[in-house]
């Protein structure tokens, strides 16, 4: 998810942008949490791990103001995302300044966001054409009732190769090294469907702040879905329950629709160039607004 800071006059001498440090990621986090975004409280760690060197800060006279993660996946492709500059100092140029830098470490690539809609025309101006549009959709209350026994299997039950193709084939990119952390996190909740001894469906649920998220939800059908959606809302911790959905995937609107959720709110998916294949139809639940 970004915020973007709009063009300003250029930025004064005593700023600089540089990479960040790993405790520095945690300060980003904490910004994205004052702005409403409610990211997971292990979110940090599986970021980092993505690419270390993927996330950007901007310092004015040494204090941080400003920040943005450009990630690397595979060869190909990037993401931006936790594009935040700090209230006080929106409007000054600061922010531009450091999308301009930190956008070089992706140079080359195909680059998606997940921003606000009223942006849409500044990332057009930068360079990015919309795709869809994403909603995520929340819930109070009653949860549906878990799936009979056996229906799901723990993600740690299955060789990590099986779950890193099964997820490949659900993103643009290979993502191993985030996978494997995300996967893993304390608290997360990560699940898969198995038929005949296939993954036929993937989950995670991740508490947050408020209440938690589900993302990613992968699954080959509907029956896997809505089996996942299931499981992991049983398995999470009381308060709200979000679920990012891309809008074009009806069937994927539908389901949240059905278990009672509402939208709350809705980012832009948007890229440098034509978005590399993926297995949309798979995809019932977005991972991260931040990371894509």
């Known amino acids: 998810m970004t915020t973007p800071d709009l063009p300003g006059a250029a930025p004064p001498a005593n700023y600089r942008c540089r990479p960040m440090i790993r405790p520095e990621l945690d300060l980003a986090i904490a910004w994205a949490a004052a702005e409403g975004w409610n990211p997971g409280p292990r979110d940090a760690e599986a970021f980092w791990a993505a690419d270390p060197g993927g ?12 920040s943005i993660s450009v990630v690397r996946y595979g060869a190909d492709y990037g993401f931006l995302g936790c594009y935040i500059v700090r209230p006080e100092h929106r409007g000054s140029g600061l922010g531009l300044a450091l999308w301009q830098r930190a956008m070089r470490h992706l140079e080359g690539r195909c680059v998606g966001l997940d921003g ?42 299955l060789p990590f190769a099986a779950i890193a193709a099964y997820d ?27 038929r005949d001894g296939a993954i036929a469906g993937l989950g995670v649920m991740r508490p947050c702040p408020a209440g938690a998220k589900l993302g990613p939800l992968f699954a080959d059908d509907q029956a896997a879905a ?32 059905r278990a009672g959720m509402a939208p709350v709110f809705e980012t832009a ?14 995809v019932w639940g977005i991972t991260s607004f931040e990371l894509g």
């Not at 996330?55 to 400003?66: K, N, Q, R, S």
């Not at 191993?176 to 990560?190: D, N």
């Open 55 to 66: 996330f950007w800060l901007g310092e004015l006279d040494g204090t941080p103001v400003a």
């Open 116 to 157: 606000v809609v009223a942006q849409q025309d500044n990332y057009r101006r930068a360079g990015f054409t919309l795709a869809h549009r994403n909603i995520r959709y929340g819930m109070q209350g009653a949860r549906p009732a878990p799936p009979p026994a056996g229906a799901v299997v723990p993600a740690a039950t």
């Open 226 to 257: 809505e089996t996942l959606f299931a499981a992991l809302a049983s398995a999470a911790p009381p308060g709200p329950l979000f679920l990012d959905v891309a809008e074009p995937h009806r069937a994927a609107v539908a389901l949240a629709e």
């Open 168 to 194: 490949r084939a659900c993103v643009p990119a290979e993502r191993e090294a985030f996978l494997r952390a995300w996967l893993t996190q304390p608290g997360h909740v990560a699940l898969a469907v198995v």
């Open 269 to 282: 998916r948007m890229y440098t160039r034509p978005p590399l294949a993926f297995a949309a139809a798979r």
